[in-house]
Structures are given as structure tokens and as C-alpha cells.
């Protein structure tokens, strides 16, 4: 008999995918077709250990030598636990059964004597008073159950944690549900009432809603980098230990993406962010070669229109040299370009008309006005629905489609209208695509079409195939991270450059060097000028406005449920077990006073600036040399997008794990060189001609402000930059971190040279 060849790598992958589910077959297989067609091929490399746990997973592996098996240690706590438990239980039962019995029985005879007709038998009003006895004695039956889970589960997690060797923190409810969070004022005085204050005095802070944003690295000064809580429910680790984020974020396999907490983003279809495994590397496959330097380019040429249309709306429609639409406008900025540089989609300010050249197909979507069929426009109904993101997620259709309430209303009527305009906008791309029409931009939508609908050369494979929902679903996706999230950081680096007027001078300065003072945007070249404008100081505003505000606040990971993993934490091997939460806590990570350089803080008297938007940290020296020159991981498979590093090679370097407002490794933002290119570009564009200062109109008048002094005018500045760190300090994580509950700091846009204040204040 021949002898057997060796096994490869794609023999691996392929039986492997024969024992996984239909859909994972159908993306793999999808990935192979195009790998072998030469679109994107990449070389892997499979070890010994890597084949063998195929094969065995396969049932071929070769005999392993057999491990002895350990006898299970019977902890007389855990059997103790379990007679009480079980007494608890039974205690109960008899509780209900004489408690609630007693309490139905009376209740029956209420009824009996209101509703029961005087000439019905005993035997009737002795059955309905039974039936309402057994659904409370059941009640209380069902009460008693969560008792003992809730005793067991909390006992059972207790275990998991010391197993880790890591020290750990009960807490009696799940503190990263979000219900759990909001309801917070409720359980925790319970909580602090029936537990002595030593067990609770520390870890309260990180059981409270938005406590990523609002305690930042307090917890984790407090407590130690990592955070290990055990509950009834689950075994959860928040980590700002840049080490360990790093090592997190490498293994993606190892640590998947906990894809329940995702729901809310594949509410129109399957997308490359909730998915994983062989469903992801399809999703990714598909859409990372839209995301590379050319349509940067494009990015960056639209970035400049939009921006001159914002300024000029500015200026059209300021009241008193001053408006408060500072978060509503970065969003449409964003979404214009977005759409452009996207989807081919042309959208206009108020007061602007669509150019001679612009496709009559499209001009619905730019419309100020609901085209026929619809009740919303294009803009708005994709602001409505993100306005509406979690109603959207935690209300049943049913109730969402007749309940009475406005906020209802409101979203049903944004996610119909998008779902709508998503339809239309598909059914134009299918065409095109079966057309062979050619699209100048990067045009995502035509390119997730392209995948499923283009008609089959003679003699090509199928390629992948993404059905309809997929499409929207992925579509969505960008929407939502390349508009909401890039429109936060525009609109906080904005404000604190108000509040910051020395670092908003040096932005100019960095401007006039690199773009010049009257030069016409529209010249621009980005292959010239992208790279030194990275390294400058919109480079540096942009870093610390993620530093300080990143747009997702949390980066959450698990390990797997079929098996434990294994993390260094400052050279010790520790052991997780399965299915716990690993939280990555991006807020606190970019506070880690062991991970960034820092002076003692200007503003408030702290020890260090770690907590102050101070982008000229971004020139100081990197904590070493070595680090410095390190490059960054690189990804196990090259997908086609940018894979260069998040900040200018010139600046600051960050240890790896602990500057994460993209994520990192093979799962980090696939958009991430747009929006930077986006955020310095139009920063550029606004910072050449003008400046911006916080509106004081609150305090005083256009004239009064005139005829003040230099030490008057220091003053009140001073006041409206309270104010404005004040309502910064107010922003809450729902989707992303921004403003919420109409809260909002007045801006004022002025010709540079006609300042009142940036021209001589030092914040």
C-alpha cells in the first residue's frame, strides 16, 4: 500500500470545513474558489500541532498517548451548597405552597363573591379558587428556582475565578448588561445595604452606566490593570493592561467576539462585524479591497468639498456669530462624505444644488425633500435611525409597529424609510453591474453586488456570494462607522481646540507650512501632502481626540466555549476559562500612566495630564527607542486594505495595546485610513481660513465683549471653557460616546485675524 502523503494545509482546511456548519461551508468554500482564481491568495502556514488537532477534530488524528485521567476533587463546600441550596428550595415551595395558597384563597373568594353567580356549584368556585392557587404556588416555585441559580451559578463562577489565579470581585448582577447598568440606582443601595461595605467599596464604581467614560482608569489605579468579576451569570475580565489587550487582540481565533452583544448591528443583514470564523473571512474578503490608498484619495478630495460646504453654512446661518449645530453638522459632513466616496451617493448642504454632471438616478438620495414613496429624506432617515439605535434593538416589532409613543413612531418610521431607500438603491447597483458600468469612486455597494450578481465568465468559478441582506447588512455597517463615529471626533476635536487656543494656533501655523495660508484646497495633492499632514498637528489633535474620546469605549472579547485559554499578564501564564467576557477597556488603557508620557496637569492640578486632551504629548519622546522602531502586528491574512500603522511614524509611538480607538490586530476598524484622512482633511480645510472660539453670548454681547479688557476678556473666556468641559465631562457610551439629551457647547466661526479671544489666550 502507498504511504500516505502529507497533510497540507488547504487538505486541513478543507475536511475541517466538512464538520462545520452550512454556512461556514459555503463561506469557505467561497474563500477557496477565490483564492485559487489568484483574487487575493494567501500563503498559510500550518504546524504539526495546528494538522494534528484537525485531523482529530476530523476523527483521523494519529493514536495520542492516553493522559491519565484526574479524579474530580469533591469540595465539601459544593456538596454543603447544594443540600442548602436544595433546603432553600424545598422551604420555599412550602412557603408558597401556605403564603401564596393562603393569599389565593382569599383572592378566590373575592372573586367568588364579585363575579361568581349566587347559583354556580361549590365545585366551580372550589376550581377557580385551585387555579389561581397553582399559579402563584408556580410563581413561587419559579422564584425559588432563581434563588437557587442564582446560589449556584454565583458559587460555580466563585470557582472559575480562583482557578484563574488572578484576585477577584463578587458582584450579585451581570454589570455589563445594559438594563442591569441602567437600573443601577435600584440594586446598588440593595446591594450596599446587605453587604458589608469591604465587599463592595472598590468594584462599585465599574458596575455603574458609563463608568468606561466617566471613571476612566480610577478603577484600574484602585484595583490593578485587571478587573476579574465573578457573578451569578458569567466570569468577566476588564483589562487596561496593554500586554494583555495586545495579546488579545493577535489571537483572534482564541478570542472571538462575544457576537450576542452585536444584535443590534445585523438588524438589516449579516456584516463583517457580527460575524466570525469562515463567515468573517468571507465578509472581509469581500469588503476590504474598497478600503486602500486610492480611495483615500478620493476621500481626501471629498473631505474638501464637504468641508467648504459646512464652513459656508456656518457662515450663512450663524445667529449673533454663533451656532450650537456643532454635533448635527460633523454628521452630515461625515455622511456626505461617506456617501460620496462610498455608495457614488452626491449629498448637499441647504442652500446647495447637485453639479450638472451628477446622475438624475441618484439625485432622490440628495434631495431636501422625501421623494416619492418615502416620508423621510435619504440624510434623515439615516439619522433617525442611528438617533434610534437601541429602542430599535430592545422593542419587539410588534410593539414598535402599533404602539402609541412617539420615540416608536419616530424609528419605525427612520428604519423603514432606510430599509426602503437600501432596496431601491440595490436593485439600481444589481443593474449596473449586469450593465458592466464602471464607477469612479470605490463604490462598496456595487462591489458587494459585483460578488453575487455579475454574470459568470466561461470557464470562471463562482467566487463568494452574499445575498441580498448581506449586502444591506454591510452596507449599514459602513454607514454607521464611517459616519457617526468619524462626525464624534470631528465635533470634539472642534471643541477642544475652542477651549485650547494655543494648540489651535500651532494647528494653523502647521497648516500655512505644509498647505499654505491662499492656497485653493481643491489643488491639494494627497500623495504630497497627506503624509506631512498625519505628522503635524492635525495629526496630533486627531490622536489625542481618540486618546481622550475614543468613539467606542469598550472593545468586548471572550474566550470560546469549548475551551480555555491561556494569557501572559507581566510574565505569568494565567488560565481563563471558557466562555468569560474579556473587556477591553480603551478609555482606561489610553490612561495608563505606565503606557504614556505625561506632565502634571495644567488644568486641574492632577499629578499627571493623562486625563487632558493635550495633543502636543503626540511630539514628546516615545517611553523607548525599541518601541519606537517596533512595527505593528502584522495581519495572519492579507485581505487587501490598508494595513499601514494608525499614527505618523514621526510622532509618538504607543506600546502596542494600549492606544486602541480602531481595536487592533486582524479584527481592528477596516476603516480606519479613511477616517483619518477624512478628520485631517477637513480640519485642514476649516483651520486654513478660520478660527473657532467658544460663543459667550450668554454673558455678554458683541459689544460688550468689545469694550472689555484683556483681564475681562480672560475671565469670561474662562467661564464659557467651563462650560464647555462641563458638558464634554456629560458625554455617554450607548452606541459610541457623544453628547445625549440635547446637551451641546455654542461654537463661533470667524475669519482668522477678526478672533476676540484665540489670538491672545493661553488655555
Not at 497648516?511 to 492656497?519: F, K, M, N, P, Q
Request: glycine share 6%.
Amino acid at each position: 500500500m502507498a504511504e500516505p502523503q502529507p497533510r497540507t494545509a488547504g487538505d486541513v482546511e478543507e475536511e475541517v470545513v466538512k464538520a462545520k456548519s452550512a454556512e461556514d461551508r459555503k463561506a469557505a468554500a467561497a474563500l477557496a474558489s477565490m483564492d485559487s482564481s489568484g483574487d487575493g491568495t494567501e500563503a498559510a502556514e500550518v504546524d504539526a500541532a495546528a494538522v494534528s488537532k484537525a485531523m482529530k477534530n476530523l476523527g483521523t488524528a494519529p493514536a495520542a498517548e492516553k493522559k491519565e485521567v484526574k479524579k474530580v476533587k469533591v469540595d465539601t463546600a459544593d456538596v454543603a451548597l447544594l443540600v442548602s441550596s436544595l433546603i432553600i428550595f424545598l422551604t420555599l415551595c412550602s412557603f408558597s405552597w401556605h403564603i401564596f395558597g393562603s393569599a389565593a384563597d382569599k383572592f378566590q373568594r373575592t372573586v367568588s363573591d364579585t363575579y361568581i353567580e349566587p347559583n354556580e356549584t361549590q365545585r366551580q368556585r372550589s376550581a377557580a379558587g385551585k387555579m389561581l392557587s397553582s399559579i402563584l404556588l408556580i410563581t413561587g416555585a419559579l422564584v425559588a428556582w432563581r434563588v437557587y441559580k442564582f446560589i449556584t451559578g454565583l458559587r460555580y463562577n466563585i470557582a472559575r475565578a480562583k482557578s484563574t489565579g488572578l484576585p477577584y470581585y463578587i458582584v450579585p448582577i451581570n454589570p455589563v448588561n445594559n438594563v442591569v447598568q441602567a437600573l443601577s440606582f435600584i440594586w446598588h443601595p440593595v446591594w450596599k445595604l446587605l453587604v458589608p461595605k469591604k465587599y463592595w467599596e472598590k468594584i462599585v464604581d465599574v458596575c455603574e452606566h458609563n463608568w468606561q467614560y466617566e471613571k476612566k482608569f480610577a478603577p484600574f489605579a484602585k484595583m490593578g490593570e485587571n478587573i476579574l468579576i465573578a457573578t451569578p451569570t458569567s466570569l468577566m475580565l476588564h483589562t487596561a493592561n496593554p500586554g494583555v489587550i495586545h495579546e488579545i487582540t493577535s489571537r483572534r481565533e482564541d478570542f472571538p467576539k462575544p457576537l450576542e452583544y452585536y444584535g443590534i448591528l445585523a438588524m438589516f443583514g449579516r456584516n463583517v462585524v457580527t460575524t466570525e470564523g469562515a463567515l468573517w473571512r468571507m465578509h472581509r474578503k469581500v469588503t476590504s479591497p474598497s478600503f486602500n490608498e486610492k480611495n483615500s484619495a478620493l476621500v481626501f478630495k471629498a473631505a474638501i468639498d464637504q468641508a467648504q460646504g459646512m464652513t459656508d453654512h456656518w457662515l450663512r446661518t450663524q445667529k449673533d456669530g454663533s451656532f450650537k449645530t456643532v454635533e448635527h453638522d460633523t454628521m452630515s459632513l461625515a455622511l456626505n462624505i461617506i456617501s460620496y466616496a462610498g455608495f457614488g451617493l452626491r449629498l448637499i448642504w441647504p442652500g446647495q444644488s447637485l453639479p450638472a454632471d451628477a446622475d438624475p438616478k441618484l439625485a432622490r438620495y440628495a434631495s431636501l425633500d422625501p421623494p416619492e414613496g418615502h416620508t423621510l429624506t435619504f440624510s434623515e432617515s439615516i439619522g433617525g435611525l442611528l438617533h434610534h439605535l437601541l429602542p430599535l434593538l430592545l422593542t419587539p416589532k410588534l410593539i414598535m409597529n402599533h404602539a402609541p409613543f412617539r420615540v416608536f413612531k419616530e424609528a419605525k418610521e427612520a428604519r423603514d424609510n432606510y430599509d426602503l431607500y437600501m432596496q431601491e438603491f440595490l436593485q439600481q447597483k444589481i443593474q449596473e453591474v449586469r450593465r458592466g458600468d464602471k464607477d469612479i469612486g470605490m463604490d462598496l455597494m456595487g462591489s458587494l453586488v459585483a460578488t453575487s450578481y455579475q454574470d459568470k465568465q466561461a470557464g470562471s468559478k463562482a467566487g463568494i456570494q452574499l445575498d441580498d441582506s448581506e449586502i444591506i447588512g454591510n452596507a449599514f455597517i459602513m454607514f454607521l462607522a464611517g459616519h457617526e463615529t468619524t462626525a464624534n471626533v470631528m465635533h470634539f476635536t472642534m471643541l477642544e481646540l475652542a477651549n485650547n487656543p494655543a494648540a489651535q494656533r500651532r494647528l494653523q501655523q502647521d497648516v500655512d507650512a505644509i498647505l499654505g495660508r491662499d492656497t485653493d484646497p481643491a489643488t491639494w495633492n494627497y500623495e504630497e501632502k497627506v503624509g506631512a499632514m498625519q505628522a503635524s498637528m492635525l495629526g496630533a489633535v486627531m490622536n489625542e481626540t481618540l486618546r481622550v474620546m475614543p468613539p467606542v469605549v469598550e472593545v468586548p472579547k471572550k474566550t470560546s466555549a469549548t475551551k480555555e485559554q491561556t494569557i501572559t499578564i507581566d510574565g505569568v501564564r494565567h488560565t481563563l476559562p471558557t466562555n468569560t467576557y474579556l473587556g477591553l477597556c480603551v478609555t482606561a488603557s489610553h490612561r495608563n500612566p505606565r503606557s504614556w508620557p505625561a506632565r502634571p496637569s495644567r488644568i486641574t492640578g492632577a499629578p499627571d495630564d493623562l486625563d487632558d486632551w493635550v495633543p502636543e504629548r503626540w511630539f514628546r519622546p516615545s517611553l523607548s527607542e525599541e518601541e519606537k522602531q517596533l512595527p505593528d502586528v502584522p495581519e495572519t491574512e492579507d485581505f487587501g486594505e490598508y494595513a499601514g500603522p494608525d499614527t505618523s511614524a514621526s510622532m509618538f509611538r504607543p506600546v502596542r495595546g494600549s492606544y486602541i480607538p480602531f481595536s487592533e490586530g486582524p479584527r481592528a476598524c477596516l476603516g480606519r485610513r479613511l477616517a483619518i484622512v477624512e478628520v485631517i482633511t477637513a480640519l485642514a480645510v476649516i483651520f486654513q481660513k478660520y478660527s473657532i472660539e467658544n460663543a459667550v453670548d450668554d454673558w455678554a454681547s458683541n459689544d460688550e465683549v468689545a469694550r472689555m479688557d484683556r483681564a475681562q476678556k480672560e475671565a469670561l473666556y474662562a467661564k464659557a471653557v467651563r462650560r464647555s468641559r462641563d458638558v464634554i465631562a456629560s458625554c455617554e457610551a450607548r452606541i459610541t460616546l457623544k453628547l445625549h439629551n440635547g446637551r451641546f457647547v455654542p461654537l463661533r466661526l470667524v475669519r482668522r485675524g477678526e478672533e476676540r479671544f484665540v489670538d491672545w489666550f493661553d488655555s
